[in-house]
């Protein structure tokens, strides 16, 4: 597939990395000149500089021949324009970024009116997952698939958790949880989970589960955190803008510290039932002032990232029961991942698996349509969600009967509001929406898990 980038942000960055991967023909396009030479030499693909709405920097970037156009840059207005001209000389398929929160009621009627492909925010994403993990704090990252009704629950084991030394299949035996392991990260190392797989103190352990099956396993591992009732965010950018709506309509008391005084105004006016301080947040006198050794919860989304994680560091080490780390940069991901750091966030990431699993979807002609996709274990491993068509080969049949590939997991099947647990008599039907978690990163088609 061909596809043009505008944007050679991180957001864009990211993307261009994993569709060229995908085996599609990318073309970024940029005003930054070292941006455009940095990502096109790094990957080997054709950079254009110049400005993505123009219709001159299209066609030669190749609009004319292109399957879609991305675009990416941190402008909502050039993003529109690029999408809109792109769309009206070639007809491609077209996705938009948009973070303004004054453009988020509007995004249906860009969609419609200008007829793109995809209106994506990747601060009101990243929000979202943040309250999730906030409103189940016994999670250190949490997936949703089937429009939110199957949730994949990452946590990690604590020193002297009762799980260390046990099997899987032990687990599922003298608990009977009902909950479905999925992956384990050991170190550098991901694993999909099997019967034998013996857990050890410190593994980063994901699991499908409901909410309630969910509760009642962490209660059985004396895995327990109290219930978040108020949350300290430093940081107030767009993505607390949307996490402060969220988190009021749970009932959470925030507090926020910001230095810039008019963007404390805004807040302030918006959400009355927040606490907004203009202060700088990487003072200290500043953080215990506001309460950093009594909040329940911490949340650092500052711009710059070396910032937050320093932050977050002193919020685990002042006695915050849960910190929330926003990261936008992947470039040192093996040294953040040693930090004893609890729940990080990358928005970045969140956008580009949305975007890739459209692009799946695009590429497939088969009998399922990709759903929703995320990047477990560092990029190890992927879970995705398929919507199973009539007439698929994987209809029908036993799990037992099938000749699966090496390293495939069967997750979860969702029959309308049925979720059903996988065994190896179940069988999937026409319109089981089916997650799959896999070491394969390049499936298009449930199909592709068949040997």
Not at 223 to 243: N, S
Not at 324 to 330: F, P, W
Not at 332 to 358: G, M, R
Request: proline share 3%; charged share 25%; glycine share 8%.
């Amino acid at each position: 597939m061909n596809i043009i980038i505008v944007g050679c942000g991180k957001v864009g960055a990211t993307l261009a990395a994993e569709l060229n991967n995908g085996g599609n023909n990318v073309t970024v396009v940029d005003q930054d000149a070292a941006k455009v030479k940095a990502i096109a030499n790094k990957l080997d693909i054709m950079g254009v500089i110049g400005n993505g709405a123009s219709r001159t920097t299209q066609k030669e970037a190749g609009v004319d021949e292109t399957d879609l156009l991305i675009a990416v840059t941190g402008n909502d207005e050039l993003n529109l324009l690029s999408c809109l001209v792109a769309k009206k000389s070639s007809n491609c398929r077209t996705i938009a970024r948009l973070k303004n929160p004054e453009y988020n009621m509007d995004a249906p009627y860009f969609k419609n009116e200008l007829g793109l492909a995809m209106v994506i925010n990747p601060e009101l994403a990243a929000a979202k997952e943040i309250a999730r993990i906030i409103n189940f704090p016994s999670a250190i990252k949490i997936d949703t698939f089937a429009k939110g009704r199957v949730e994949l629950l990452t946590f990690k084991i604590p020193e002297g958790s009762r799980l260390a030394g046990m099997s899987v299949k032990d687990v599922s035996m003298k608990l009977k949880t009902g909950v479905t392991f999925c992956t384990i990260e050991r170190d550098d190392d991901a694993y999909i989970a099997n019967g034998n797989f013996v857990f050890a103190e410190r593994d980063v352990v994901s699991i499908i589960a409901s909410a309630n099956n969910a509760k009642d396993f962490f209660a059985k591992i004396d895995y327990k955190i109290q219930p978040i009732k108020d949350a300290l965010i430093v940081g107030g950018g767009a993505i607390t803008y949307y996490l402060l709506g969220l988190l009021e309509k749970s009932g959470i008391s925030c507090t926020v510290i910001e230095k810039n005084a008019s963007r404390c105004d805004e807040l302030a006016a918006e959400f009355e039932k927040a606490t907004v301080i203009n202060a700088d947040p990487s003072d200290e006198d500043v953080l215990k002032e506001e309460g950093i050794t009594r909040a329940a919860s911490f949340v650092a989304l500052t711009g710059l990232d070396e910032e937050n994680i320093l932050l977050s560091l002193f919020a685990k080490k002042s006695g915050s029961r849960k910190v929330i780390t926003k990261i936008n940069r992947i470039d040192f991901d093996d040294i953040v991942s040693h930090l004893d750091l609890d729940s990080i966030v990358y928005p970045k990431n969140i956008t580009a698996d949305i975007i890739v699993s459209y692009v799946r979807a695009m590429n497939n002609a088969g009998s399922s349509n990709i759903e929703t996709l995320y990047n477990l274990n560092k990029g190890k491993v992927e879970a995705a969600e398929f919507t199973v068509l009539e007439g698929s080969p994987i209809v029908g049949k036993p799990l037992m009967e099938l000749s699966f590939k090496p390293g495939v997991l069967i997750a979860a099947i969702q029959r309308g509001r049925a979720q059903i647990t996988p065994r190896g008599q179940d069988v999937i039907e026409p319109g089981d929406s089916v997650v799959i978690v896999t070491k394969d990163l390049t499936l298009n088609d449930i199909t592709d898990i068949l040997r």
